[in-house]
Structure formats: C-alpha cells, structure tokens
C-alpha cells in the first residue's frame, strides 16, 4: 500500500519561510510524480508543483514559481517543498500526492493523483 505522509506546516510571518516534507512508502516503481496542491478556505484545490522522482524534472504555476521550490531526496523517499517570501494569499492546507507514471506538469490536475497525504496547514500572517 503507497502511503504519503507530510510535515512541516505551521504559522509564519509574511516573507518569511517554511519546507514541507512528503514521505512516500510502498512504491514498487521508481517512476512516479510527486505533486503538491494547496486549497484555501472557499477555494479550489490548487497545484503549486510537480516533481518527477525519476528524473527530478519539476513544474511550478506562476502564482509561486520562483519562491517554491520542490526536490526529492530518493535514498529517504522524501519530497520538500521550500516556500521562501511567503504571503498572506499562500495560506491553505498543503497536500502532497502521488502519480505512477508520467504526465504532462502542465495539465496536472488533483484528479490524476492518488493517494493522497493527510494536509498539513500553512498560515501566514500578515
């Protein structure tokens, strides 16, 4: 059985910083997606990256790309997402999931991931 487990979130001041980790166990491929989406109070489900675990191609939307950052560290399993300058906006619940097999970053969307880890929230301040 694959299962995500996240940590990580918490409460910081906007510009401030926060990492996230995703542990993954129970893949049997080296081929999989780690994405990770964020939804808000009111708000649709959100992607903020993706990361190939095979190749460590990554994919960030323009509404984080160049304060996020998502790599994998393969020996622990474990995917982290860096979130440098941090704003009010980037609040949510923060979810990591898992894909076996490629796809296009681009289009990814909550429903091409499963399973999914528990959420941890962020909140920033202002």
């Known amino acids: 059985e694959v299962q995500l487990v996240e940590s990580g979130g918490g409460l910081v001041q906007a510009g401030g910083s926060l990492r996230l980790s995703c542990t993954v166990s129970?893949?049997?491929?080296?081929?999989?997606?780690i994405a990770w989406f964020r939804q808000a109070p009111g708000k649709e489900r959100e992607g903020v990256s993706c990361?190939?675990?095979?190749?460590?191609?990554?994919y960030y939307p323009d509404s984080v790309r160049g304060r996020f950052t998502s790599c994998s560290d393969n020996p622990k399993n474990t995917v982290y997402l860096q979130m440098n300058s941090l704003k009010p906006e980037d609040t949510a619940v923060y979810y990591c999931a898992a894909r076996n097999g490629p796809l296009r970053f681009e289009s990814a969307r909550p429903a091409d991931f499963a399973p999914w880890g528990q959420g941890t929230q962020v909140t920033v301040s202002s």
């Open positions: 129970g893949f049997t491929f080296d081929d999989y997606v």
């Open positions: 990361i190939s675990r095979r190749d460590g191609r990554t």
